[in-house]
């Protein structure tokens, strides 16, 4: 079905939520986090969240509801529009505050821009997986076909414009649990 692809990309991005989710527990217990984890995770968030997997669903899914008969200006492909543009300001704030902890070692931004990025991701996928996703299956179970073959060129369109695969963010996902989880020892 057409959302598929984009159900995968949700169980590797939860991945790296909740490796951000302990990340935000080991700083909160005064633990230093390198830059080995925390520069693959603003990567993720820009190349793979939001430059390959928005893209695949801003670039074929919302349009193909549209079509379907869901209005754009309203309900939910502008609640997930909007959403998306948070995520982009939430991790442009993110990043930001990840360098000003890598050279000043303060984490208190860090640490309530991780977590703002957390809820709000999570709370979003949640919408997704069990409102948006389930309307489009119903309403695009005539061009699913179509639709999974735009989802597949985006991601390898965004992902090749990055430098980057598929398997290297599930590589880097796994990375980062690990690594996460080394840190609480």
């Given at each position: 079905?057409?959302?598929?692809?984009?159900?995968?990309?949700?169980?590797?991005?939860?991945?790296?939520?909740?490796?951000?989710?302990?990340?935000?527990?080991?700083?909160?217990?005064?633990?230093?986090?390198?830059?080995?984890?925390?520069?693959?995770?603003?990567?993720?968030?820009?190349?793979?969240?939001?430059?390959?997997?928005?893209?695949?669903?801003?670039?074929?899914?919302?349009?193909?509801?549209?079509?379907?008969?869901?209005?754009?200006?309203?309900?939910?492909?502008?609640?997930?529009?909007?959403?998306?543009?948070?995520?982009?300001?939430?991790?442009?704030?993110?990043?930001?505050?990840?360098?000003n902890y890598l050279s000043s070692g303060d984490s208190?931004?860090?640490?309530?821009?991780?977590?703002?990025?957390?809820?709000?991701?999570?709370?979003?996928?949640?919408?997704?997986?069990?409102?948006?996703?389930?309307?489009?299956?119903?309403?695009?179970q005539y061009v699913s076909k179509k639709v999974d073959?735009?989802?597949?060129?985006?991601?390898?369109?965004?992902?090749?414009?990055?430098?980057?695969?598929?398997?290297?963010?599930?590589?880097?996902?796994?990375?980062?649990?690990?690594?996460?989880?080394?840190?609480?020892?």
């Amino acid at each position: 079905m057409s959302t598929a692809s984009l159900r995968r990309d949700h169980e590797l991005i939860e991945k790296v939520i909740k490796a951000m989710e302990s990340t935000i527990q080991l700083l909160n217990d005064g633990k230093q986090i390198p830059e080995s984890i925390l520069l693959p995770v603003i990567d993720f968030s820009k190349n793979f969240t939001d430059a390959c997997h928005h893209s695949k669903e801003e670039g074929s899914l919302f349009p193909a509801l549209e079509q379907a008969g869901m209005p754009r200006n309203m309900g939910p492909i502008a609640i997930m529009l909007m959403d998306h543009e948070r995520s982009r300001e939430l991790g442009k704030e993110m990043e930001s505050s990840a360098k000003n902890y890598l050279s000043s070692g303060d984490s208190t931004k860090l640490i309530s821009d991780l977590q703002q990025y957390v809820e709000h991701v999570t709370e979003h996928l949640w919408k997704e997986n069990n409102r948006l996703f389930m309307m489009a299956e119903a309403r695009l179970q005539y061009v699913s076909k179509k639709v999974d073959q735009e989802l597949n060129e985006i991601e390898e369109t965004k992902l090749k414009e990055t430098g980057k695969t598929r398997e290297h963010y599930e590589q880097l996902a796994e990375n980062l649990s690990r690594d996460v989880s080394q840190q609480g020892i």
